[in-house]
């Protein structure tokens, strides 16, 4: 356990689905962060959100809608996803509003659009 | 281009070796960390070597880096089966975004 919960662990959706993943976390860390992980492709970082700002958006689009309510809380709103979105979503915490610690990962979300 | 590459892609070997991965990056760093990944599973944080540092261990593991040539390597010693996962560098690069930028990764598979 590293302190950061996401939920659900899979998640099957089909194109016209609205859903959204949780990540949680209890660690007292003001910078969270939701990370994409494809087959066979490095981590593509998505949003940061630094004491609930977002303060980074790589190029996503629109169909991912991230929401920070607190610092203990991330979410990523989906819809009209498309199946190359199918991947492992991995939210992150740190201390600070730079990683000059360490990450704490959650187990991330299986999701497989269809 | 990703900052953070890692050499090479799969590497096995017998339990009791040891194990070494690179990775080399392309702009200036605050420091340099590697993280493990079991299949399918989040990241675990493994250490973290600033730039000001060129050598750093925990346990049976052993960090370089080398900032004139942008590269890192970790060594694992004496390995185990429980060893087997994915390993991955990730740079907090000077001046640029918020957050770690991760490369492709190690699989490193130990053999029983």
């Known amino acids: 356990e590293t302190g950061v919960t996401q939920t659900p662990r899979h998640l099957v959706m089909g194109m016209t689905n609205k859903k959204s993943l949780k990540c949680e976390q209890h660690?007292?860390?003001?910078?969270m962060y939701w990370y994409k992980q494809s087959a066979k492709k490095p981590l593509e970082l998505m949003f940061v959100?630094?004491?609930?700002?977002?303060?980074e958006n790589n190029s996503v689009p629109s169909r991912f809608s991230p929401e920070c309510p607190n610092s203990s809380h991330l979410f990523l709103h989906l819809h009209t996803l498309q199946p190359e979105d199918s991947a492992l979503y991995l939210c992150a915490s740190s201390l600070g509003g730079t990683m000059n610690t360490e990450a704490f990962f959650g187990q991330g979300t299986r999701l497989t659009v269809v | 281009s990703q900052q953070g590459e890692e050499d090479p892609q799969a590497l096995s070997i017998q339990e009791g070796e040891n194990a070494t991965m690179n990775c080399s990056y392309k702009t200036s760093i605050n420091n340099l960390q590697w993280y493990r990944q079991n299949s399918g599973r989040g990241l675990v944080h493994l250490i973290l070597?600033?730039?000001?540092?060129r050598e750093k261990h925990s346990g049976r593991l052993r960090v370089t880096l080398d900032t004139s040539k942008k590269s890192s390597s970790l060594l694992i010693t004496a390995s185990r089966a429980a060893d087997t996962a994915s390993y991955f560098c990730?740079?907090?690069?000077?001046?640029?975004?918020?957050?770690?930028?991760f490369g492709s990764g190690t699989r490193l598979q130990v053999q029983p």
């Open positions: 660690l007292g860390h003001n910078a």
């Open positions: 070597i600033r730039s000001n540092e």
């Open positions: 959100y630094n004491f609930k700002e977002q303060t």
């Open positions: 990730a740079t907090d690069a000077r001046g640029g975004r918020r957050a770690l930028t």
